[in-house]
C-alpha cells in the first residue's frame, strides 16, 4: 500500500518539478511571459506547498532520538544544499569574474551571504533554498510533535501574515517558516485523520468548489520563498491552495503512474539540485561568445539540452557519487 501511494506522490512531484525547471527556463530566456505557462502557474499557483504537504503526509516521528532525525535530514537536505550551492559556485565563478566588475572578495563571499541573507545558494543555484527551508520546516514539526504542542501549528498562519505585513524579512530564508510548517501539517493531519474516513469525500467536493470559486473570482498567490503576497490575499491563499493540494492528491490517487512524470518524481532531488547550474553554465557560455540567449530559440535549446542531461545526471548521482545527494 505504501508503494501505491509513492506511485502518486510521484507522479505529483514530477509534474510540478518539470513545472520548476520549464519556469526557469523561461525565465534565463527572457520569455517569462509567457502566456501558456502563465495560465498553468495560475491553475496550479499551489505548487510549492505540494512538496511541504508531501512531507508532512509521509513524515514519520523520530524513532531513534532526536539526534539521530537531525542528523538524518541533515544528511538528505543540508548536505545537499551546501554540496550543490558550492557546484554552482564554482561553475559561476570564472564568468562572475569577468563580468560582474565586482571584487573577488565579494564574489567568494556571495553564497555566504545569500544563505544568510535569504536562504538559497546565491547565483549559482538560487532555487536551493527549499532544501534549507524544509530541513527547517520538518525540525520545527518534529519538535512540536515531540512535545505535543502540534495543534498550536493552526496559529501559524497568523504568525506568517505578520512577517508579512510588517515586511519583516527573517535571516536563512526563515520568514516561510510558519506556512512551511503550516502545509506540512496539513500533509499530516490528512493522512492520519481525514483520508479513508467519511469526511474525506465531502471535503474533496467543498474543495473543488473552493478552488473553482478562487480561481475565478479572487485568485490570490503567493510567493513562498519569501513570504510575500503576489495577487489577492494572504489568507485566501492559504484556503484555495489547500483546497488545490486535495483535489491533486485526489486525481493523482486515480491516476496512480505515468512513467515519465513518476521517473522524474523519483528522481526530484537531482532535478532540482542540477537543473539551475546546467542553465547557468550554458547560458555564460554563450554569453562569453555573445551568442543570443533570449528568445523562443533559446528557450528551445536549454529545454533540450537540460531535460537530455538530467537522466545522465540521475545515473551518476545515483551510482558512485550517491553521498553528494545525502544517500
Known amino acids: 500500500m505504501e508503494k501505491a501511494r509513492l506511485k502518486y506522490f510521484d507522479l505529483v512531484s514530477g509534474l510540478f518539478m518539470v ?49 539521530s532525525y537531525l542528523l538524518s535530514k541533515a544528511k538528505s537536505l543540508l548536505l545537499p544544499f551546501v554540496l550543490f550551492t558550492l557546484i554552482g559556485f564554482v561553475l559561476s565563478f570564472p564568468f562572475e569574474i569577468a563580468e560582474s566588475g565586482r571584487s573577488i572578495w ?74 512551511s510548517i503550516f502545509f506540512l501539517y496539513a500533509g499530516h493531519i490528512f493522512r492520519h485523520h481525514i483520508e479513508g474516513t467519511k469526511y474525506s469525500v465531502w471535503l474533496l467536493w467543498t474543495s473543488v468548489a473552493i478552488y473553482g470559486l478562487t480561481q475565478l473570482f479572487y485568485f490570490s498567490y503567493l510567493d513562498m520563498r519569501i513570504n510575500t503576497v503576489i495577487s489577492g490575499d494572504y489568507f485566501v491563499y492559504l484556503v484555495s491552495a489547500l483546497s488545490g493540494l486535495l483535489v491533486t492528491y485526489f486525481i493523482a490517487k486515480k491516476a496512480d503512474y505515468f512513467k515519465p512524470l513518476n521517473y522524474i518524481g523519483k528522481n526530484s532531488m537531482i532535478y532540482f539540485v542540477v537543473h539551475w547550474a546546467i542553465m547557468l553554465l550554458i547560458k555564460n557560455i554563450l554569453d562569453a561568445f555573445s551568442i543570443k540567449t533570449t528568445g523562443c530559440i533559446f528557450a528551445a535549446l536549454l529545454s533540450v539540452i537540460v531535460f537530455g542531461l538530467l537522466p545522465f545526471c540521475v545515473s551518476v548521482l545515483n551510482g558512485r557519487l550517491k553521498a553528494l545527494i545525502g544517500k
Request: glycine fraction near 8%.
Open 19 to 67: 513545472q520548476i525547471i520549464v519556469m526557469h527556463i523561461l525565465q534565463f530566456s527572457g520569455n517569462f511571459d509567457n502566456k501558456v505557462f502563465n495560465f498553468v502557474m495560475h491553475v496550479s499557483f499551489f505548487f510549492m506547498p505540494w512538496f511541504y504537504f508531501k512531507s508532512g503526509y509521509l513524515y514519520t516521528p523520530a524513532k531513534y532520538g532526536i539526534k
Open 106 to 179: 565579494r564574489i567568494l563571499l556571495s553564497p555566504g551571504y545569500a544563505m544568510i541573507r535569504w536562504g538559497n545558494g546565491g547565483n549559482g543555484n538560487q532555487p536551493i533554498w527549499f532544501l534549507l527551508s524544509l530541513f527547517f520546516a520538518l525540525t520545527g514539526f518534529m519538535f512540536l510533535d515531540k512535545f505535543k504542542i502540534k495543534r498550536l501549528i493552526i496559529l501559524f498562519p497568523i504568525f506568517g501574515y505578520l512577517l508579512y505585513h510588517f515586511n519583516l524579512n527573517l535571516p536563512l530564508g526563515l520568514s516561510n517558516l510558519f506556512l
